[in-house]
T-cell receptor, first 117, second 113 residues
Framework: AQSVTQLDSHVSVSEGTPVLLRCNYSSSYSPSLFWYVQHPNKGLQLLLKYTSAATLVKGINGFEAEFKKSETSFHLTKPSAHMSDAAEYFCVVSVLSGGTSYGKLTFGQGTILTVHP | EAQVTQNPRYLITVTGKKLTVTCSQNMNHEYMSWYRQDPGLGLRQIYYSMNVEVTDKGDVPEGYKVSRKEKRNFPLILESPSPNQTSLYFC????????????FGSGTRLTVV
């Protein structure tokens, strides 16, 4: 079974300060991991993905994440928050077995990021 | 423009009245899936399809049906909707193994009264 835990349901930062959104995963096999962002009343947009290549993954809008197998973590970071970053963020794991995806996605429960002026 | 299109965006219906939410993608993706999003629960997978005529249950399939007769379309069918199916629904597609990320539709907000 696969699972994803986002350790904070809400994170609040000031504009210009660093952002850290934490995600731990559980998987019996090598996972693919993703971060998605959802702005209010919008669909989900892919921020970045890890698929067994480089462990430090760079995404859009200055976000990056590091895959740490020993810690089963995939935390999302950004050096300097912008007001436009205020949204809900989802960590997602894709089920893999024997190198073939079974197509099941497991979402974390989401972290709401608030950015203060 | 590469996209996943869901219709309708908003739907209010009554208990027991069959409805279909359509999903179409123009990227020639093999994989398509449906999710529901509820406050505090994140997104949960309802059904997915690895290719035409190949579908399988996700985590919350009860009360839903799907079909995949064509590669581009993956409709979600509620034969007898109930109020506990009131939710925000998303369709997504990707290349077959999903490892390159998933493209999501804009969502369908369904209310069952």
């Amino acid at each position: 079974a696969q699972s994803v835990t986002q350790l904070d349901s809400h994170v609040s930062v000031s504009e210009g300060t660093p952002v850290l959104l934490r995600c731990n995963y559980s998987s019996s096999y090598s996972p693919s991991l993703f971060w998605y962002v959802q702005h209010p009343n919008k669909g989900l947009q892919l921020l970045l993905k890890y698929t067994s290549a480089a462990t430090l993954v760079k995404g859009i809008n200055g976000f990056e994440a590091e895959f740490k197998k020993s810690e089963t973590s995939f935390h999302l970071t950004k050096p300097s928050a912008h007001m436009s970053d205020a949204a809900e963020y989802f960590c997602v794991v894709s089920v893999l077995s024997g190198g073939t995806s079974y197509g099941k996605l497991t979402f974390g429960q989401g972290t709401i990021l608030t950015v203060h002026p | 423009e590469a996209q996943v299109t869901q219709n309708p965006r908003y739907l209010i219906t009554v208990t027991g009245k069959k409805l279909t939410v359509t999903c179409s993608q123009n990227m020639n993706h093999e994989y398509m899936s449906w999710y529901r999003q509820d406050p505090g629960l994140g997104l949960r997978q309802i059904y997915y399809s690895m290719n035409v005529e190949v579908t399988d249950k996700g985590d919350v399939p009860e009360g839903y049906k799907v079909s995949r007769k064509e590669k581009r379309n993956f409709p979600l069918i509620l034969e007898s909707p109930s109020p506990n199916q009131t939710s925000l629904y998303f369709c997504a597609s990707s290349l077959q193994d999903g490892s390159y990320g998933y493209t999501f539709g804009s969502g369908t907000r369904l209310t069952v009264v």
